[in-house]
């Protein structure tokens, strides 16, 4: 059994231009243990999934279809209300949350509140769902700081007071202040440099083996899960466009999207060559393209591309791909 499986999930947002189809008919499982590195461009509907699975979205949220599974039972059906919003608050979910499930916001300065000291906010996760004194929850903090590798003495300080790289790290020690199965990182290295990047994913990684946590790593950056990710997909315009380990789609792509993007980074020890852009920027998803959203961009587009939908084609080894071609496409052939 896995511990997380999302089946069939669609989430649109009602909007005053109409609704905003933010993720459409997404299917994915993670075991633990696993990274997931889930990749796309800007407003592809990355951060918009992660908060769907921790249910986390805003009032105008509205689940069309599907399921969330963790660890067996379905966290998302009884939580729907019936025109389709969910539910405010529901202690099930609340338990949940943080102590089994919990996130890594994007952009860290913007996660803490700037005028409680950071210690204190995540003594106050602490003690929301475990009975312990506040001395114990501080020692849980100065715990997990020397993890992360934050100075104890830096505990009672702001959020300003840290510097990019620090508050970061606070975030992380924050998520895993109940050791929980499953952690959502959204854009965790963001604006931070390529060395910064590299210390704060190696110490994810580290802390994830050590205490076996399953982990969904939300990035525009393909580079940043090649290392760290056991498998990957692929979204673009709320769809999962490919989906597979790792291993097997960088080295045998079979969607023209996921092609593109990857060609859009430089290989470090292939050949030098010149990096390629897609053409074109992504689509309005509150009227996306008919047939194959990605069919206005790609170079293998033909005419049904753009009147039908792709089905999902499930290659031998498990990758999956939602293209017409997708085994030409793989083969590296003409389409």
Known sequence: ?????????????????????????????????????????????????????SQLLPDNAHIKSGQIFFKGQDILTPSVK???????????????????ISMIFQGAMNAFNPVQRVGNQIVEAIR??????????????????KLVGIPEDRIENYPHEYSGGMRQRAMIAMALVHNPSLIIADEPTTALDVIMQRRILSEIEKIQKQFSMAMIIITHDVSVVANVADK???????????????????????????????????NLKGEKKRIASIPGN?????????????????KYAKEICKKEK??????????????????????GGAV
């Not at 919003?85 to 609340?94: A, D, K, Q, V």
């Not at 597979?244 to 996921?258: E, H, Q």
């Open 82 to 100: 019936k025109n389709g919003t969910l539910n405010g608050y529901r202690p099930e979910i609340r338990e949940l949350r943080w102590k089994e």
């Open 282 to 298: 992504p689509p309005s998803l509150v009227e996306p393209p008919s047939g194959c959203r990605f069919h206005p961009r790609c």
């Open 232 to 266: 990957i997909a692929v979204m673009y315009a709320g769809r999962i466009m490919e989906y597979g380990n790792i291993k097997d789609v960088f080295k045998r792509s079979a969607n023209p999207y996921t092609k593109a993007l990857f060609g859009g980074f430089p």
């Open 1 to 53: 059994m896995a511990l997380l499986e999302v089946k069939d999930l669609t989430m649109h947002f009602k909007v005053k231009g109409g609704w905003v189809y933010a993720v459409e008919d997404v299917n994915f499982a993670l075991e633990s243990g696993e990274t997931l590195g889930l990749v796309g461009e800007s407003g592809c509907g990355k951060t918009t999934l992660g908060y769907g699975i």
């Open 128 to 145: 929301v769902h475990d009975k312990v004194t506040w001395q114990e929850a501080e020692d849980r903090v100065a715990e997990l700081f």
């Open 310 to 331: 792709p089905k999902l084609i499930t290659f031998p080894n498990g990758q999956q791909s939602l293209c017409h071609f997708a085994r030409e496409v793989q083969a």
